[in-house]
């Protein structure tokens, strides 16, 4: 267990403390343990208790890690120009995935209605019911106009037509750890070991695991993450596209970087208080649990169910694209007041050091024949 984080208040240790006594009494109902994938399910997405189930502040200087939409307006605007085009081809309808602090739909939604483009319909799918109602709050707050323009989803439609948006949805979702041995694969489970919890790894009984496992090639003695709730996701979303675009924004890699013989320990990373570390039994419930993209499999079962690779590039490439610079442009330099944050915040959307390069962009399509923009210079499809 990390020792140099904050420690959590009275109420946050009780709530973390009745979480674990619930994934103790589910290791125990599945007959004394249970793959890391069901526990990281368990420790975000529990009904009432998992992190993003609870009310606790995720997002922001507040919570325990900012993302880009968090960062600058700047984002979200620029992603519109990207959004505007790929409705003019298909449909006016956007769906996003995960709308976290619902800032990115404010500003998405801010932008078109200055470019004359806004949507008939505006979905978000949001399995967390208290961000549900934060999403709600917030936008009839900042935008109370367009907020009839935007309806909250149980269920993915049956069809799907437009523009689908996901940023950083792909890294929260469940994964398998999995060690390649000379033995064969094994799968790392979770354990409890008196009030604490502990691995253990034993051979897969997972077949799909197995057999996507199998084939990537890693050293013996590799230890890294597959994620099957994301290839299952990404399947079912193509199989339902009927003609649109999905983008994809988070971060990670093709599999010849996610898959490197010196990342033999995988890319598992938790989020607590804007402090990282790689424990997830640290209080559950409290903190954030995420794994990198592997893209070039995100890429392998859309191409499988009938969708295009449309593009694929860094977030600073397809910001840039898209024209991010000209918002910049629109303002002073001579103003420092306002001129200098932006230009702070284009920085850290932008900068290799910063978001520039580790976060990719996927875009994922059927029907759709003119290029993006977004993927105009820079594409890196050939690495995945």
């Not at 605007?77 to 739909?105: C, H, N, P, Y």
């Not at 989803?153 to 792909?170: F, M, Q, R, T, Y």
């Not at 009030?195 to 084939?215: D, R």
Request: proline fraction near 5%; aromatic fraction near 8%.
């Amino acid at each position: 267990m990390p020792t140099t984080l904050p420690l959590p208040s009275a109420e946050a240790q009780a709530h973390s403390n009745r979480l674990c006594e619930f994934i103790h009494q589910d290791i125990a109902a599945q007959g004394g343990w249970i793959p890391f994938s069901r526990f990281m399910e368990l420790a975000l997405y529990a009904p009432g208790l998992g992190y993003y189930s609870a009310g606790s502040h995720k997002l922001g200087e507040a919570g325990d890690f900012v993302t880009a939409p968090e960062i600058s307006s700047l984002f979200g605007r620029t992603l519109a120009r990207q959004v505007a085009d790929i409705m003019l081809s298909s449909a006016s309808a956007i769906l996003e995935l995960g709308a976290g602090s619902g800032k990115l739909a404010i500003d998405i939604l801010s932008e078109l209605e200055r470019m004359g483009s806004l949507p008939e319909r505006y979905d978000i799918l949001e399995v967390s019911a208290d961000l549900r109602e934060r999403q709600q709050a917030t936008l009839q707050e900042r935008i109370p106009h367009l907020a009839a323009r935007v309806n909250w989803l149980d269920a993915l439609p049956e069809k799907i037509s437009g523009a689908v948006i996901a940023n950083e949805v792909l890294d929260a979702l469940p994964v398998n750890l999995v060690r390649w041995t000379g033995m064969g694969i094994a799968e790392r489970s979770v354990v409890s070991k008196g009030k604490e919890f502990a691995w253990h790894e034993q051979a897969t009984e997972n077949s799909v695991l197995c057999e996507v496992a199998q084939k990537i090639n890693v050293p013996d003695n590799y230890l890294s993450e597959i994620s099957l709730a994301a290839r299952g996701l990404i399947t079912t979303l193509c199989g339902r596209l009927d003609k649109g675009v999905m983008l994809f924004i988070d971060y990670g890699f093709g599999a010849g970087e996610y898959y490197h013989p010196q990342r033999s320990e995988g890319t598992l990373m938790c989020h607590y208080r804007h402090h990282s570390h790689d424990d997830p039994f640290f209080l559950p419930g409290l903190q954030d649990i995420t794994s990198h993209v592997d893209f070039s499999a995100v890429a392998e079962n859309a191409l499988a169910k009938g969708a295009h690779l449309l593009g694929y590039t860094t977030q600073a490439n397809f910001l840039v694209n898209c024209g991010i610079t000209d918002f910049l442009a629109e303002h002073d330099p001579e103003k420092l007041r306002d001129y200098l944050p932006l230009s702070i915040q284009l920085q850290k959307l932008t900068s290799p050091a910063e978001m520039g390069d580790l976060f990719k962009i996927i875009a994922l399509g059927k029907g759709m024949e003119e290029p993006l923009r977004g993927f105009s210079r820079g594409d890196k499809s050939h690495y995945l």
